[in-house]
């Protein structure tokens, strides 16, 4: 149980271009889902965090006109990045919480891997 | 503020070794702990965690991990390491309420035969 899957594993596109990133429960309900980053051989930097129907809460120095998140339902959240520029080149994870969790236990994805041309 | 240190970046450890990897952490109140582990180009695999009551936790893999209040540590154990666990390991703390984990830069374990 609790599983998190994204799509795609794995996108390249040309500089300019928005991507389009989709996180989702498979089967459970997620309260809430976040998104992180992770460049080679660094730690994982919370970017959002994104309740259903409701606007993310983006961390300091994120810039929320680029990264622009979507929970449309208790099983979906998306991350697009818009106007992608090679610095956004990345590995993209997100989480979700099991609703009504008592301890908040993350469940993560596989992870997306941006490459911006 | 919260912060997760893991001193070690790399570790090597011969097949069949003792492993521990350490953890520490600054947390203004009652703290959840979790170790995960990632193998290159993957997500992460919970290992093991901690809420609250027996301070040694028992993780998957052979895993096992002591939170020792006193020290603000959660160091992570195995008795005799596998190839397979050759992968990065990372710490991470939150807590009551929140919901955001903090994550330490993780581990670099290698396993030589």
């Known amino acids: 149980g609790a599983v998190v899957s994204q799509h795609p594993s794995w996108v390249i596109c040309k500089s300019g271009t928005s991507v389009k990133i989709e996180c989702r429960s498979l089967?459970?309900?997620?309260?809430?889902m976040f998104w992180y980053r992770q460049f080679p051989k660094q730690s994982l930097m919370l970017m959002a965090t994104?309740?259903?129907?409701?606007?993310?809460?983006?961390e300091q120095g994120v810039e929320k006109d680029k990264f622009l998140i979507n929970h449309a339902s208790l099983t979906l959240s998306t991350l697009t990045v818009t106007s992608a520029h090679p610095e956004d080149s990345s590995f993209y994870i997100c989480?979700?919480?099991?609703?009504?969790?008592?301890?908040?236990?993350?469940?993560f994805g596989p992870g997306t891997r941006l490459t911006v041309l | 503020a919260q912060s997760v240190t893991q001193p070690d970046i790399h570790i090597t450890v011969s097949e069949g070794a003792s492993l521990e990897l350490r953890c520490n952490y600054s947390?203004?109140?009652?703290?959840?702990l979790f170790w995960y582990v990632q193998s290159p180009g993957q997500g992460l695999q919970l290992l093991l965690k901690?809420?609250?009551?027996?301070?040694l936790v028992q993780g998957i893999k052979g895993f096992e991990a002591e939170f020792k209040r006193s020290q603000s540590s959660f160091n992570l154990r195995k008795p005799s390491v596998h190839w397979s666990d050759a992968a990065e390991y990372f710490c991470a703390v939150g807590g009551i309420g929140g919901n955001k984990l903090v994550f330490g830069a993780g581990t670099i374990l290698r396993v030589k035969s």
């Open positions: 994104s309740n259903e129907g409701s606007k993310a809460t983006y």
């Open positions: 989480s979700a919480t099991l609703a009504g969790s008592l301890y908040n236990e993350q469940f």
């Open positions: 901690y809420f609250s009551g027996d301070t």
């Open positions: 089967d459970f309900q997620a309260t809430t």
């Open positions: 947390y203004g109140a009652t703290p959840y």
